[in-house]
């Protein structure tokens, strides 16, 4: 069984610019979280879907904005892009919204570079 | 607020020796706690995860952690590494009707031959 993938693997855009990232849960999961992770850090919630619908986002601005879809794929979009936002952005699926069994099964990242 | 948070950033240790690594979460309602690792450049992937059935919870790879209810910890162990082990441990916590999990800042395992 396919794991949960995320495109592009890495990416590099400029101060300003705008960069979409993708992921595909594994299949059956319905939930999509994003996190950000700068280089040293653990990674940072900054959303949670669920049946399409938000259930929780984090402290980051509104820049920052997801959406999942139908098929229960999800899309990260950051606007107005900083160098702060360089890091690897990584998606995450479980079975329901995470909080029967807690566990996060995690893409690879798309790691974002922004100059 | 709630946190985790794990002590040492870096911590080193020779093949064949304990791997101890620690970690604390702050409430005072026992949430579900992960240990989750994560080699270069790959996303992360979980070890092993507390969930109130046993205080002891064994995960794969040979390593383990218990949970101590009175100390607020849940500190992951191996009893010896291997130099596969080489990687960054990220202990999580998720709060009870919670939906976010919340990781600590990551300790980065080295293993000398």
């Known amino acids: 069984d396919a794991g949960v993938t995320q495109s592009p693997t890495h990416l590099i855009k400029t101060r300003g610019q705008h960069v979409t990232l993708r992921c595909s849960p594994i299949?059956?999961?319905?939930?999509v979280s994003w996190y950000q992770q700068v280089l040293g850090q653990g990674p940072q919630f900054i959303f949670q879907?669920?049946?399409?619908?938000?259930?929780g986002r984090g402290n980051f601005p509104d820049r920052f904005s997801a959406r999942q879809f139908p098929n229960y794929s999800s899309e990260l979009n950051v606007n107005a892009l900083l160098l702060g936002d360089s890091a690897l952005y990584l998606c995450?699926?479980?079975?329901?919204?995470?909080?029967?069994?807690?566990?996060?099964?995690f893409g690879e990242g798309s790691r974002l570079t922004v100059l | 607020a709630q946190s985790v948070t794990q002590l040492g950033s870096h911590v080193s240790v020779s093949e064949g020796a304990l791997v101890l690594l620690r970690c604390n979460y702050s409430?005072?309602?026992?949430?579900?706690l992960f240990w989750y690792v994560q080699y270069p450049n790959q996303g992360l992937q979980l070890l092993l995860k507390?969930?109130?059935?046993?205080?002891l919870v064994k995960g794969i790879n040979g390593f383990e952690a218990e949970f101590k209810k009175s100390e607020t910890s849940f500190h992951l162990t191996k009893p010896s590494a291997h130099m596969s082990d080489a990687a960054e441990y990220f202990c999580?916590?998720?709060?009870?009707?919670?939906?976010?999990?919340?990781f600590g800042a990551g300790t980065r395992l080295f293993v000398k031959a």
């Open positions: 995450a699926s479980s079975l329901e919204g995470g909080h029967i069994t807690g566990e996060l099964f």
């Open positions: 299949s059956g999961h319905k939930s």
């Open positions: 879907y669920y049946e399409k619908e938000e259930r």
């Open positions: 409430s005072s309602v026992p949430p579900y």
């Open positions: 507390y969930t109130s059935a046993a205080t």
């Open positions: 999580a916590v998720l709060y009870t009707g919670g939906f976010k999990t919340i």
